[in-house]
């Protein structure tokens, strides 16, 4: 799975902005500077938190997000977290200093 392929089903209203935010933060996690890094993983989390506030109705009326939009927007949330776990791997690991 990619990130285009994780927020192709989201409605989010802010799916294109997110998407591209996020693969911003992709770039961040691949640094070798540990600051730069832990930026991207902060970013990542916030990301991923928004989507899930949005699949939990956070930014509409109740019964405006179907129900396909809140797996689409759990699955990126999801996808997301891996892409956290990965980067945080990296860090404690010592490959990064």
């Known amino acids: ?50 989507l899930r506030m949005y699949a939990d109705g956070a930014y509409s009326a109740p019964g405006m997000i179907g129900d396909s939009d809140k797996v689409a927007c759990k699955d990126a949330a999801s996808f997301l977290d891996g892409q956290v776990a990965v980067a945080e791997h990296r860090l404690l690991s010592g490959g990064i200093r």
């Open 1 to 50: 799975m990619t990130l285009e392929d994780a927020f192709a089903k989201s409605n989010h209203p802010r799916a294109h902005e997110l998407m591209h935010k996020a693969r911003h933060a992709q770039g961040y996690t691949a640094s070798d500077s540990r600051f730069v890094v832990e930026q991207g993983i902060q970013a990542l989390r916030g990301i991923a938190a928004q």
